[in-house]
């Protein structure tokens, strides 16, 4: 647009010189001779470029009516996507919620197959003692588990012996 203004202050200030050209001072008598077809001329052109500013000032104007547009589309692209940002905290949410309640399915199931085996256990009549020494890393270093006894129930066939060579494997004998 300033460059259109300027241009046309240009183009006008031309036709201002060629028409005070147009227009002589007679000194001697101090009349005025106007050469009229040379004005007719620059009116013409300056109306010429009053159209062509006016011609190119709509399209600027359309141009702008553009931007607009495209400002528009913008701005609720702009919109959408600040919502889905704002959103995206719930989605994650749900799957953070979602993780949970496979969580504590797997608790579930970890009980129940805890009490499966504490079943188990409480079936077997025999009762093993195992003395567990470890005897790997004995450095300088105190080792926190050097002997560790555990006592387990563990479920074993009815008929176990008091053995000592007792491996605790199972032998399923058919009933006659």
Avoid: W
């Amino acid at each position: 647009i300033d460059n259109l203004d300027a241009h046309l202050s240009t183009q006008l200030s031309e036709i201002k010189t060629e028409t005070q050209n147009c227009c002589t001072k007679n000194e001697e008598d101090d009349t005025l001779q106007v050469n009229v077809e040379d004005i007719k001329n620059n009116l013409t052109k300056t109306r010429g470029a009053i159209e062509k500013v006016n011609n190119r000032a709509e399209e600027i104007k359309i141009d702008v009516e553009e931007m607009k547009t495209d400002i528009q589309r913008l701005d609720a692209k702009l919109n959408n996507f600040i919502t889905e940002t704002q959103n995206s905290p719930i989605k994650n949410n749900d799957n953070v919620e979602e993780v949970y309640n496979k969580v504590d399915e797997i608790k579930d199931d970890v009980t129940l197959i805890r009490d499966h085996l504490e079943r188990m256990q409480n079936n077997s009549r025999c009762e093993t003692t195992d003395a567990v020494t470890d005897n790997t890393n004995q450095g300088t270093s105190p080792q926190p588990f050097n002997n560790i006894t555990t006592t387990s129930s563990v479920a074993l066939a009815h008929d176990c012996t008091e053995s000592k060579h007792f491996t605790g494997v199972k032998t399923i004998q058919p009933q006659e």
